[in-house]
Each structure stands twice: as structure tokens, then as C-alpha cells.
């Protein structure tokens, strides 16, 4: 994706080094309480040093991916602005989190066992940037655009908050077996990836959309889906735990979505075989 030198958003809430600072402060306060009753100024120089730990630099790759985010965030501002406008709609944007190993959210603590996840209680995204390192490695979903998909999917979901869809799946599910809840979670996800592809379509109008983009997403949405994770898991797939839909369906609606490029063919809910 062509995204050097162009501008991000401002919608990036970036906690990763502010962690670090709070440990670092509560840590010295400790200390110096410590060395005024023991006196020993080597505790408090040592904690210092450890305090100065936790709080280390980002790394000049840690900086790019979230440059990179930033802008990602940024076009699917641009995209569903234009999108709902077209319906007539007004969009919100949602705030994207960055975090490292763990932070708080109005949905639960968000860490490596919870992966990139949306929250409408916040309409933030929570995002730990070491999944782009997962993808890359543990999914073999490689390339820029492998990590826009999984952004532009979360953003999906928030184009779900704002029309409702969210609540009324909510509302639907309460009422639902496990195993029905899940066939409808199922739904939803495949819209989430059809809403991806969607933008996806106008990133590629605008130009910025490089060789092999399109099938990086495409293997991205393919491995992440639920056969594929249950096959590397425990080598068996069991289709009425599914939560997110195959990687064919992933891919295909994420396929459906690029192609479309409008709501018109969204409705992965009233169709049959979805
Ligand atoms: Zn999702």
C-alpha cells in the first residue's frame, strides 16, 4: 500500500510508552519511601535504572507500523465519510488504541489472548501492534496490507455500531443457543470482512493500492478463518464453534465487499447460506 509521506489520523490514541511511566513513577515513589528508612542510596539508584526500563524507547520499526496504522485509520475516515454520505448517513470515527502486552478498555482488558478487537461501549479499537508480527509469522499472512485488512475489519465493525447492526445482533443473540449465537456471530463477522473489502475498493479508487495488496488481504481473511485456526489448534474442525466464518466465506466476502464497493450487497443476515 502507498501510504509513505502521507498524512494519518488523528484518532490514534497511543498508549505504549504511558504504561511503562505509570509503573516507573509508582516504582520510584516506592524506592525513595525504601531509602529514607534504610538509607541505602543504592536501592534508590538501582530503581531508577529499573524504572528507566519500563519505560523503554519504541523502536524505529514499532514507530513505522503505527505510522503506518495512522494512516490506514485515516483512509477508512476518508472511505466511510464519503460512503455514508452517499446514503445519507454521517460518520463518526471511531478512535483506534495502540497498547503494549495489556490495557483497559469499556470491554475488558485487551491483551495478546484477546487479539485486535472493537469495542462499541467506547467505539474504540484496541490494537497491540506485536499482531502485525502474528500475522506475519503465526498466520503467514505477510504484507502491509494483511494488517490494513485486519484494521479496516475492526472499522467494519464500528460501520456496524453506527447503523445499529450491533445492537440489533446483540439483542438477537441474547435470545439465542450457543450454538445459534454463534451461527450469527458468524454473520456478522462476514459483513465486518465484506465491509473491509469495501474499503478496500476506494483505497485502490484513490490509487494507493499496490501489486499483490489485494491478495494479501485475501490470504490474511483466508487464514484467519476458523478452519484454518482449528486445523493448526488441534488438527479437527468443529463447524458450531465457528464465530467468524471460513477462510472461503472470509475471503470471498472480503472479495464481495472489493468488488461491490458500496452497502448495496452487504446483508450477510437475511440470506441463507451466508
Ligand atoms: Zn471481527
Not at 488523528?10 to 516507573?24: C, K
Not at 483512509?75 to 490495557?103: I, Q, R
Not at 464500528?158 to 441474547?174: C, K, M, N, P, S
Request: charged share 15%.
Amino acid at each position: 500500500m502507498k501510504w509513505q509521506g502521507r498524512s494519518g489520523s488523528r484518532n490514534v490514541s497511543d498508549r505504549r510508552t504511558s504504561g511503562g511511566m505509570a509503573v516507573g513513577g509508582v516504582g520510584l515513589v516506592v524506592l525513595l519511601a525504601y531509602t529514607l528508612i534504610t538509607g541505602d542510596p543504592m536501592a534508590l539508584i538501582n530503581g531508577l535504572l529499573g524504572s528507566v526500563g519500563n519505560n523503554q524507547p519504541l523502536t524505529a520499526e514499532e514507530q513505522e507500523l503505527a505510522d503506518f496504522v495512522s494512516v490506514v485509520l485515516a483512509d477508512t475516515e476518508t472511505v466511510w465519510t464519503e460512503v455514508f454520505e452517499s446514503y445519507g448517513w454521517t460518520y463518526e470515527p471511531a478512535t483506534l488504541v495502540l497498547y503494549k502486552n495489556t490495557t483497559s478498555s469499556a470491554c475488558g482488558t485487551a491483551s495478546v489472548q484477546t487479539g485486535p478487537f472493537y469495542c462499541s461501549e467506547d467505539q474504540s479499537i484496541y490494537l497491540d501492534l506485536v499482531f502485525a508480527s502474528t500475522l506475519r509469522n503465526q498466520f503467514e499472512a505477510p504484507g502491509d496490507f494483511a494488517m490494513a485488512y485486519v484494521i479496516a475489519h475492526e472499522v467494519g465493525h464500528h460501520v456496524q455500531y453506527l447503523t445499529g447492526i450491533l445492537d440489533d445482533y446483540y439483542e438477537a443473540r441474547a435470545q439465542l443457543s450457543t450454538t445459534q449465537a454463534n451461527a450469527l456471530t458468524v454473520r456478522l463477522e462476514l459483513q465486518a470482512d465484506y465491509l473491509a473489502g469495501v474499503w478496500a475498493h476506494h483505497v485502490a479508487g484513490m490509487g494507493y493500492l499496490e501489486p499483490g495488496d489485494l491478495e494479501e488481504a485475501l490470504t490474511a481473511a483466508a487464514a484467519v478463518g476458523d478452519d484454518t485456526i482449528q486445523m493448526q489448534s488441534s488438527g479437527r474442525v468443529i463447524p458450531e464453534t465457528f464465530t467468524h466464518g471460513t477462510a472461503e466465506q472470509r475471503s470471498s466476502w472480503f472479495l464481495k465487499g472489493y468488488n461491490e464497493g458500496d452497502l448495496d450487497q452487504w446483508d450477510t443476515f437475511s440470506i441463507s447460506n451466508p
